[in-house]
């Protein structure tokens, strides 16, 4: 089991930015892949940045943040950030962290809401 609390959401303005953590716990040996998706009212959750657990990490993104948004993470803190820059009104979203392991196993955090809205 993999538990995963995200932080960090909150109100900004267009062309702000915020900083989203995402702590695991639990069997984090067996994390292979961590990723941020989001879900906007009324759209699909999509993937927006994922970074890999081996070496360097690996990372990918979402063609509409690349750019904007850094994914990197602190193996002392068990925790991935979500760097956000120059954000959009169209950025705003539920914000999920995502883990998968090694089987192939996916968790989920709760989310955390940004808004970004003048």
């Known amino acids: 089991q993999v538990q995963l609390v995200e932080s960090g959401g909150g109100l900004v303005q267009p062309g702000g930015s915020l900083r989203l953590s995402c702590v695991a716990s639990?069997?984090?040996?067996?994390?292979?892949?961590v990723g941020w998706y989001r879900q906007a009212p009324g759209k699909e959750r999509e993937l927006v940045a994922s970074?890999?657990?081996?070496?360097?990490?690996?990372?990918n993104y979402a063609d509409s943040v690349k750019g904007r948004f850094t994914i990197s993470r602190d193996n002392a803190k068990n925790t991935v950030y979500l760097q956000m820059s120059s954000l959009k009104p169209e950025d705003t979203a539920v914000y999920y962290c995502?883990?998968?392991?090694?089987?192939?196993?996916?968790?989920w955090g709760k989310g955390t809401l940004v808004t970004v809205s003048s």
């Open positions: 995502n883990s998968r392991t090694y089987g192939g196993r996916n968790y």
């Open positions: 639990g069997s984090i040996w067996n994390i292979n892949n």
């Open positions: 970074i890999t657990s081996g070496g360097t990490g690996t990372t």
